[in-house]
C-alpha cells in the first residue's frame, strides 16, 4: 500500500490547509488511517485518526475543535481540514494507515501503524 499525502504549505496564524492521503489501493476498508506530526527536534506525534468502516474519529487534545479528520471512501482518500492554526501546529505532517481497526491507544501509536506516506510541511507565521 503506497499512501501520498499533499496540502501542506504556509498559511498565517488563524489561517486554514486542507491536507489529503491518497491511498493506493482498497486493503484498508476495515482499518484506520490517521495523521501524524514531526517537529524539528521533536518525536512524531499523534493528530488524529479514522476508522476507515464507519468513521469514528479519534483526536488529540490540542486539535479538538480545530481539526476534522474525513475519509471518501468511493476516492480511497483521508482528508484533514486544519482551521484555527497555531504556530505549535507548523510540523511535517504524515499520514499513516492500519489494515486494522484498532482503538485507544492503538491508533494513537505511531508504531501500531505499517503504511506510512512522504510527508508534507505545514509552516504556521505568527
Known sequence: VQLQASGGGWVQAGGSLRLSCAASDRTLSGGTMGWFRQAPGK????????????????????????????????????YLQMNSLKPEDSAVYYCAARPFRGVGTVVRTAASYDYWGQGTQVTVSS
Open 43 to 78: 518525536e512524531r506525534a499523534f493528530v488524529t485518526a479514522i476508522t476507515w468502516s464507519d468513521a469514528r474519529a479519534f483526536y488529540e487534545d490540542s486539535v479538538k475543535g480545530r481539526f476534522t479528520i474525513s475519509r471518501d471512501r468511493a476516492k480511497n482518500t483521508m
